[in-house]
């Protein structure tokens, strides 16, 4: 079974642009996640996304947006982006959104924003 | 969510036992005890989780102490493939709205010794 896939694997944009970053869940899996990793702030959750519901979020900026189709493939969205946004933007899908569930992780999304 | 404490870092010879110990004092009864691990590089990866009992699976095991306020991750024979920051994650069985987002600390950083 193919696991989860993050596009692009790397970006670079610029300060006030915005960006759309895709994940694809594992078949199956109807919950995906979002995480931000920071070298300073570390692993930090964004929101997560079941059944086209945004189910749960951080404690981000309105700036950070998500959303997720009927396929379970997930797309999030930062406006404006800010020096600050740079950072690898990791997916995580889950069978069902229950916290018995384990994740599985993407190999991420590396933004850098200058 | 409830606290973990992990030490920033340990060494272990490669091909020798590994415990990687957890601390969670606050720990409430409807927690389960995850483990997940980063190897650089790459997303996290989910190892192993429990709730009372020791477990066991193909990639470590999990001592769960007695009163549950602590645990300790098992490699039983570590490889160089096994260096990466291992997090030790309370997730709440029972959540208001599905699937309780991962909580990261600052995980313990493993280094296998040749």
């Known amino acids: 079974k193919a696991g989860v896939t993050q596009t692009p694997r790397y970006l670079i944009k610029t300060r006030g642009q915005q960006v759309t970053l895709s994940c694809s869940p594992i078949s199956g899996h109807r919950s995906v996640s979002w995480y931000q990793q920071t070298p300073g702030q570390g692993l930090q959750f964004l929101f997560e996304?079941?059944?086209?519901?945004?189910?749960n979020k951080g404690n981000f900026p309105g700036r950070f947006s998500g959303r997720q189709f009927s396929n379970s493939r997930s797309e999030m969205n930062v406006s404006t982006l800010e020096l600050g946004d740079s950072a690898l933007y990791l997916c995580?899908?889950?069978?069902?959104?229950?916290?018995?569930?384990?994740?599985?992780f993407g190999p991420g999304t590396r933004l850098t924003v200058t | 969510d409830a606290k973990t404490t992990q030490p920033n870092s340990m060494e272990s010879n490669e091909e020798e036992p590994v415990h990687l110990p957890c601390n969670h004092s606050t720990i409430s009864g409807t927690d389960y005890i995850h483990w997940y691990r980063q190897l650089p590089s790459q997303g996290p990866e989910y190892v192993i989780h429990g709730l009372t009992s020791n477990v066991n699976n193909r990639m470590a095991s999990l001592a769960i102490a007695e009163d549950r306020k602590s645990s300790t991750l098992i490699l039983h024979r570590a490889t160089l493939r096994d260096a990466a920051v291992y997090y030790c994650?309370?997730?709440?069985?029972?959540?208001?709205?599905?699937?309780?987002?991962?909580?990261f600390g600052t995980g313990t950083r493993l280094t296998i010794i040749p």
């Open positions: 996304y079941f059944s086209e519901t945004q189910r």
């Open positions: 995580a899908s889950s069978l069902e959104s229950r916290s018995t569930y384990e994740q599985y």
């Open positions: 994650i309370l997730r709440d069985l029972i959540s208001n709205f599905g699937n309780e987002k991962l909580t």
